[in-house]
């Protein structure tokens, strides 16, 4: 039988088939199949996978299909990818005004990650209700070059929210954002018949208190699928290698073929054009900091990994 993992949670993938959810459990050969060993679970939500009953109302998972691609984060702890979810057509980064602060530096790691994977990203920036006078204008500037897929929204106005239902119509869509940014409150405000938990900011730190967590696929209708996943406040890059970078860097490879060196790492080579255009206004500084703070992170990593 073939289904749809739609819930990972401890040892069991709970599989989406025929309507039901089946909880399943992995055979052991997966374990040991060479595509799948890189990454830190064999199977991911948005997989589709072959599984049998075991007679029950449990079975267990017998393959796992080819991926169009995969959603990962990597650290320098772990040998393996975190593998997050699979055969995604669109990845969603949820930030907002107000609080917890904008942090585009940990958007511009998931503009990368899916830049590298070929998915389309699309960033929301909610609390449009709390945003100050030159917020937008700032958030602007800081992409002024690149001009990536963006949608101000309140969850709590509805500013936004009909613009990104239609987004998500007819694809499976993940949801990634810091804690507190609002994503369980966007779904419930798109959808109210999930009635989905939310919390509210920690008073203490000014962060946000997971709601969801696990990662989850919610089924709008047959052709819309939408992945929430529990708040994360980093994302590492470390299967990226240095030299590889720029290529995600949208604004960057425009200018990369006038650099007087090829490759070039636009930090401090002469003739460089990338780095031109961060001193003429045309690229912001800001975005070109963020560059250099995951180039370093990133050399970091390579240098020393074997010591």
């Known amino acids: 039988m073939t289904g749809t993992v739609v819930k990972i949670y401890g040892r069991y993938y709970v599989i989406g088939y025929g309507g039901r959810k089946i909880n399943c459990v992995l055979r052991g050969k997966l374990r040991r199949d060479k595509r799948l060993e890189k990454y830190s679970e064999a ?3 948005g997989d589709l996978v072959e599984f049998e009953m075991d007679g029950g109302e449990t079975g267990a998972i017998e393959y796992v299909h080819e991926r169009r691609n995969v959603f990962t984060r990597k650290y320098k702890e772990s040998d393996r990818s975190d593998l997050i979810a699979a055969n995604l057509d669109l990845i969603v980064v949820i930030q907002c005004f107000g609080k917890p602060r904008l942090n585009l ?3 511009d790691r998931l503009m990368v990650r899916g830049e590298k994977e070929g998915i389309p990203v699309l960033l929301c920036v909610n609390k449009f209700d709390l945003a100050g006078e030159h917020d937008t204008d700032q958030l602007h500037r800081y992409y002024r ?11 709590k106005t509805g500013d936004g929210l009909d613009e990104l239902k239609d987004v998500l119509s007819g694809k499976l869509s993940i949801l990634i954002g810091n804690s507190g940014v609002g994503k ?6 798109m959808f109210p018949g999930l009635d989905l938990r939310t919390m509210d900011i920690s008073k203490s730190t000014g962060k946000g208190r997971h709601a969801t967590t696990n990662v989850e696929m919610i089924r709008m209708d047959d052709n819309t699928g939408i992945i929430d996943t529990p708040g994360l406040r980093e994302f590492g890059l470390m299967d990226i290698k240095p030299n590889e970078l720029a290529n995600y860097f949208m604004e960057f490879r425009h200018y990369a073929s006038r650099c007087s060196f090829s490759p070039c790492t636009h930090e401090h080579e002469p003739g460089c054009e990338v780095i031109k255009k961060v001193e003429n206004g045309e690229i912001s500084k800001d975005r070109y ?3 250099l703070n995951i180039m370093s992170t ?10």
């Open 184 to 189: 369980t409150s966007i779904l419930n405000s």
């Open 43 to 45: 199977a991911a939500v």
């Open 105 to 107: 530096r940990f958007v």
């Open 298 to 307: 990133l050399k970091d990593y390579y240098e020393n990994r074997y010591r």
């Open 289 to 291: 900091i963020s560059y």
């Open 145 to 155: 070059g690149y001009n990536p897929d963006i949608i101000l929204m309140s969850a």
